[in-house]
């Protein structure tokens, strides 16, 4: 949980950095950048904390497609930006990508598969072992 819960920061971290770069150009540079600077660091630090114990493929396309929607949103609610349909039915796409990319399980690696097999064949051998010595007594 703790790993999800890094991705999730990162996430956050990147949107709020996206956010203040655009609030230094409008705003208040310095105070932009500043945010921009701790958050997308944050970020990065938050992000490799996560890769730790999630696939960097799976972390990777969470925290980039998330925070790709999350920054349209804020780009609609607090910018007044428009986004076309064509755009939006993009972003519900790469969104259906992101679920399932994160929660499917898809078959075992061929190396844990083989050795799931190679337990099993040596399970059901000393079982084997076991009946025979067990006939000869």
């Known amino acids: 949980m703790y790993y999800w819960v890094m991705l999730a920061l990162a996430v956050l971290a990147e949107v709020i950095s996206t956010v203040s770069m655009k609030y230094a150009i409008s705003n208040s540079p310095w105070l932009g950048y500043l945010v921009m600077a701790v958050m997308i660091s944050f970020s990065f630090y938050a992000f490799s904390r996560a890769v730790v114990h999630i696939p960097l493929a799976v972390s990777y396309a969470v925290w980039e497609g998330l925070g790709l929607f999350l920054i349209g949103v804020v780009g609609v609610l607090f910018f ?42 040596a399970d059901e051998a000393d079982e084997a072992i076991e009946i025979a010595a067990k006939v000869a007594l």
Do not use: H, N, Q, R
């Not at 969104?95 to 097999?117: H, I, N, S």
């Open 80 to 121: 007044g930006e428009y986004l076309s349909v064509g755009e939006m039915l993009a972003i519900a796409l790469m969104m259906f990508g992101l679920l399932l990319v994160t929660f499917d399980k898809g078959a075992k690696p061929k190396d844990e598969a083989d050795e799931a097999d190679e337990a099993d064949e």
